[in-house]
C-alpha cells in the first residue's frame, strides 16, 4: 500500500500533473514515504522504525503549522478575530517587552501565523495545503520578503516603539527593511511673496510647475503589458543588501545598504519589458497650472491648500500642495500684529505741529487719503499718534468692515539760531508759556560753566558699557581693558579670589 501511494505520488510529480497531489504538502509526504518504500523490504523491526519516525515526523510538522492554535483562535474566526490575537500577542512576546529569550522565538512564530491567516489567498492555500502551500508561494517566507519586525511594522503602521507608546526599537531582531512606499506621497510646499496692495485688494496668482502623475502607459506599473515587474531576485524583495567587510585583522563590518537593481524597490523589470513612455519609473512628469486666488484681507501666514495635486505614486494617496503667504515689505504701510489696522510715519514741521497742517497720504487702493488736523486740536507733540477709523486692512471675508490707520507724528525742528528776545516774547505769548532765564535746580558743590559743542547725530551711536551683571560682559570688558592703562581690567599674574 505504501508502495502504491509513493508510486502515484511520484508519477504526478514526473508528469507535472496540476492535482493536488502535486501540491507542497503532498510534496512533503513524498519525501516521507521514500524512506518507507526503501524498508519495506527490510526486516519488520527496521520497517517499524522508519514507520514511527514519519510518524514522529508528521506530528513535529502539523503542530509547527497549527496557525489557529498559535494565535488561540477558531478556524472559523474572521480578520477581526485574528488581528485581535496577533496584537496582544505582540504586545506579550514582543522582545521590547518581554525580556525571556524564548520570547524572540514566540514572537516569531505569531507573526509567522498572523502573515498566513491575515491574507485571503494565503489562508485559503493553507486550510487545503497546510503552511508547505504557503511557503511555496512565497519562496519560503510566509512574510513575503519581510522579517517580523518589518511585518510588525507594515501591519500596524510603524515600530513596536510607536505602537506602545516610545517603548524603544526592536532589540535587534531585524533583516533587511524593505523601503515601503508611503501611503500618502508629502505634501508640496510653496512660499508666494505678496505685495501689500495685493494683500488690501485681492489678487488672482498663475502658479505653474511639473508634476509627477503616475503612468498611463503601465498604470504605475513600469512594465508594458502585459508583462509585470518581477520581485528582485537580488534582495529577494526586501530593497536592500547585506555586505561583509573587513575592516581589519580579525574585524568585520555588516554593511546594509540599498539595493543597486531594483532601487530600493523590491521590485524590477526586465529592461526589454520596460514602459517606453516612463522608462520603468512608473510615473511621468506634466505641467500643472493652479490658480491663486488671493482673497482681499488675507494675512501673512496664512495658507491655501489644494487637495490631492501634489506629486503622484502608485498605490499612495496623493498629497496636498500648501501655498504659504508672505508679505513683502512696504516703503509707507506696516501692518499692526492684529492684522486688520495699518500703520505710517508722518513728519511735520514745528510750525505745522503747532498751527495746524493738511497731508495727503497715497492708499494701498489708489485713493489719495487727505489727513487734516481738527480746528480744535491741540499741538502736535513729537511721538503723538492719532487714528484714522476705517481706512485700514478690510476683513477677511467682509472686505466692506475695515481696520483703522493710525498715523505716528514726528516734528522737523528748524536748523536756525536762537530765537531773538522780542521773537521769543511773541512765541512765549502765543504758546502761553514763559521761558526761565535761569534754572533754579538746587545744587551742591562747586558749579563750573561748560559749553554746548555740536555732534554729527547720524555718525553718532549710543551704546552702553556693560553694567557686568552678565557674565558674558565682564569677560568681555576683562579681555578688553580700557584706557591703555597697563593691568586695567585683568587679574595681576598669579592673583587668586580668596574667600574670607
Same mark, same amino acid.
Given at each position: 500500500?505504501?508502495?502504491?501511494?509513493?508510486?502515484?505520488?511520484?508519477?504526478?510529480?514526473?508528469?507535472?500533473?496540476?492535482?493536488?497531489?502535486?501540491?507542497?504538502?503532498?510534496?512533503?509526504?513524498?519525501?516521507?514515504?521514500?524512506?518507507?518504500?526503501?524498508?519495506?523490504?527490510?526486516?519488520?523491526?527496521?520497517?517499524?522504525?522508519?514507520?514511527?519516525? !514519519?510518524?514522529?515526523?508528521?506530528?513535529?510538522?502539523?503542530?509547527?503549522?497549527?496557525?489557529?492554535?498559535?494565535?488561540?483562535?477558531?478556524?472559523?474566526?474572521?480578520?477581526?478575530?485574528?488581528?485581535?490575537?496577533? +496584537?496582544?500577542?505582540?504586545?506579550?512576546?514582543?522582545?521590547?517587552?518581554?525580556?525571556?529569550?524564548?520570547?524572540?522565538?514566540?514572537?516569531?512564530?505569531?507573526?509567522?501565523?498572523?502573515? &498566513?491567516?491575515?491574507?485571503?489567498?494565503?489562508?485559503?492555500?493553507?486550510?487545503?495545503?497546510?503552511?508547505?502551500?504557503?511557503?511555496? /508561494?512565497?519562496?519560503?517566507?510566509?512574510?513575503?520578503? /519581510?522579517?517580523?519586525?518589518?511585518?510588525?511594522?507594515? /501591519?500596524?503602521?510603524?515600530?513596536?516603539?510607536?505602537?506602545?507608546?516610545?517603548?524603544?526599537?526592536?532589540?535587534? /531582531?531585524?533583516?533587511?527593511? +524593505?523601503?515601503?512606499?508611503?501611503?500618502?506621497?508629502?505634501?508640496?510646499?510653496?512660499? !508666494?511673496?505678496?505685495?501689500?496692495?495685493?494683500?488690501?485688494?485681492?489678487?488672482?496668482?498663475?502658479?505653474?510647475?511639473?508634476?509627477?502623475? &503616475?503612468?498611463?502607459?503601465?498604470?504605475? =506599473?513600469?512594465?508594458?503589458?502585459?508583462?509585470?515587474?518581477?520581485?528582485?531576485?537580488?534582495?529577494?524583495?526586501?530593497?536592500?543588501?547585506?555586505?561583509?567587510?573587513?575592516?581589519?585583522?580579525?574585524?568585520?563590518?555588516?554593511? $546594509?545598504?540599498?539595493?543597486?537593481?531594483?532601487?530600493? =524597490?523590491?521590485?524590477?523589470?526586465?529592461?526589454?519589458?520596460?514602459?517606453?513612455?516612463?522608462?520603468?519609473?512608473?510615473? &511621468?512628469?506634466?505641467?500643472?497650472?493652479?490658480? $491663486?486666488?488671493?482673497?482681499?484681507?488675507?494675512?501673512?501666514?496664512?495658507? $491655501? &491648500?489644494?487637495?490631492?495635486?501634489?506629486?503622484?505614486?502608485?498605490?499612495?494617496? =496623493?498629497?496636498?500642495?500648501?501655498?504659504?503667504?508672505?508679505?513683502?515689505?512696504?516703503?509707507?504701510?506696516?501692518?499692526?500684529?492684529?492684522?486688520?489696522?495699518?500703520?505710517?510715519?508722518?513728519?511735520?514741521?514745528?510750525?505745522?505741529?503747532?498751527?495746524?497742517?493738511?497731508?495727503?497720504?497715497?492708499?494701498?487702493?489708489?485713493?489719495?487719503?487727505?489727513?487734516?488736523?481738527?480746528?480744535?486740536?491741540?499741538?502736535?507733540?513729537?511721538?503723538?499718534?492719532?487714528?484714522?477709523?476705517?481706512?485700514?486692512?478690510?476683513?477677511?471675508?467682509?472686505?466692506?468692515?475695515?481696520?483703522?490707520?493710525?498715523?505716528?507724528?514726528?516734528?522737523?525742528?528748524?536748523?536756525?539760531?536762537?530765537?531773538?528776545?522780542?521773537?521769543?516774547?511773541?512765541?512765549?505769548?502765543?504758546?502761553?508759556?514763559?521761558?526761565?532765564?535761569?534754572?533754579?535746580?538746587?545744587?551742591?558743590?562747586?558749579?563750573?560753566?561748560?559749553?554746548?559743542?555740536?555732534?554729527?547725530?547720524?555718525?553718532?551711536?549710543?551704546?552702553?558699557?556693560?553694567?557686568?551683571?552678565?557674565?558674558?560682559?565682564?569677560?568681555?570688558?576683562?579681555?578688553?581693558? +580700557?584706557?591703555?592703562?597697563?593691568?586695567?581690567?585683568?587679574?595681576?599674574?598669579?592673583?587668586?579670589?580668596?574667600?574670607?
Amino acid at each position: 500500500e505504501w508502495q502504491k501511494i509513493y508510486d502515484q505520488l511520484e508519477a504526478n510529480k514526473r508528469g507535472g500533473s496540476s492535482s493536488a497531489l502535486t501540491s507542497p504538502a503532498m510534496l512533503h509526504t513524498t519525501a516521507l514515504l521514500r524512506p518507507v518504500v526503501r524498508a519495506a523490504g527490510k526486516s519488520s523491526t527496521s520497517a517499524k522504525n522508519t514507520r514511527r519516525q !514519519l510518524r514522529t515526523s508528521s506530528q513535529a510538522w502539523a503542530a509547527r503549522q497549527d496557525y489557529y492554535k498559535i494565535l488561540g483562535v477558531d478556524k472559523n474566526a474572521d480578520i477581526k478575530e485574528i488581528k485581535k490575537a496577533y +496584537r496582544e500577542g505582540a504586545m506579550k512576546y514582543h522582545p521590547d517587552r518581554n525580556p525571556d529569550p524564548k520570547a524572540a522565538e514566540e514572537f516569531k512564530k505569531i507573526s509567522e501565523a498572523y502573515a &498566513v491567516l491575515s491574507n485571503e489567498e494565503k489562508r485559503k492555500v493553507y486550510d487545503q495545503y497546510g503552511a508547505e502551500g504557503v511557503d511555496s /508561494m512565497g519562496q519560503g517566507n510566509p512574510f513575503g520578503g /519581510m522579517s517580523p519586525e518589518d511585518f510588525f511594522r507594515n /501591519m500596524m503602521g510603524g515600530d513596536f516603539a510607536d505602537f506602545m507608546g516610545g517603548m524603544g526599537g526592536m532589540g535587534g /531582531m531585524g533583516g533587511g527593511r +524593505r523601503r515601503q512606499r508611503p501611503l500618502r506621497t508629502p505634501d508640496v510646499e510653496h512660499v !508666494l511673496t505678496v505685495d501689500l496692495e495685493d494683500f488690501y485688494q485681492g489678487k488672482s496668482v498663475k502658479l505653474d510647475f511639473h508634476r509627477r502623475t &503616475v503612468c498611463s502607459g503601465c498604470n504605475g =506599473t513600469g512594465a508594458k503589458p502585459p508583462n509585470k515587474a518581477t520581485t528582485c531576485t537580488t534582495c529577494r524583495g526586501s530593497g536592500q543588501r547585506m555586505q561583509i567587510r573587513q575592516v581589519g585583522p580579525g574585524m568585520v563590518q555588516q554593511v $546594509i545598504s540599498e539595493c543597486d537593481n531594483c532601487e530600493g =524597490t523590491g521590485e524590477y523589470v526586465n529592461p526589454k519589458h520596460r514602459c517606453t513612455e516612463c522608462n520603468g519609473q512608473k510615473t &511621468v512628469k506634466k505641467p500643472k497650472r493652479l490658480n $491663486i486666488v488671493i482673497d482681499p484681507g488675507m494675512r501673512p501666514g496664512e495658507t $491655501i &491648500v489644494f487637495s490631492g495635486d501634489a506629486h503622484e505614486e502608485p498605490g499612495a494617496q =496623493t498629497g496636498d500642495v500648501v501655498i504659504r503667504l508672505r508679505q513683502k515689505p512696504h516703503k509707507t504701510f506696516k501692518r499692526l500684529r492684529g492684522g486688520d489696522d495699518l500703520y505710517i510715519e508722518k513728519n511735520i514741521s514745528l510750525s505745522e505741529a503747532l498751527g495746524g497742517f493738511e497731508l495727503k497720504v497715497p492708499h494701498l487702493d489708489g485713493r489719495t487719503l487727505v489727513v487734516k488736523n481738527n480746528p480744535n486740536a491741540k499741538v502736535i507733540k513729537p511721538g503723538d499718534v492719532k487714528m484714522v477709523a476705517g481706512e485700514g486692512m478690510p476683513q477677511t471675508g467682509i472686505p466692506t468692515r475695515k481696520g483703522n490707520l493710525y498715523i505716528k507724528f514726528t516734528v522737523d525742528f528748524p536748523d536756525i539760531p536762537f530765537l531773538k528776545a522780542e521773537e521769543l516774547e511773541a512765541v512765549s505769548k502765543s504758546l502761553k508759556q514763559q521761558p526761565k532765564k535761569t534754572d533754579t535746580t538746587t545744587t551742591s558743590g562747586p558749579s563750573t560753566p561748560v559749553q554746548l559743542v555740536d555732534v554729527n547725530k547720524d555718525s553718532f551711536q549710543f551704546e552702553p558699557l556693560d553694567d557686568g551683571a552678565s557674565e558674558s560682559g565682564s569677560r568681555r570688558q576683562q579681555r578688553e581693558g +580700557r584706557g591703555g592703562r597697563s593691568g586695567y581690567g585683568q587679574e595681576p599674574p598669579g592673583a587668586q579670589c580668596q574667600a574670607q
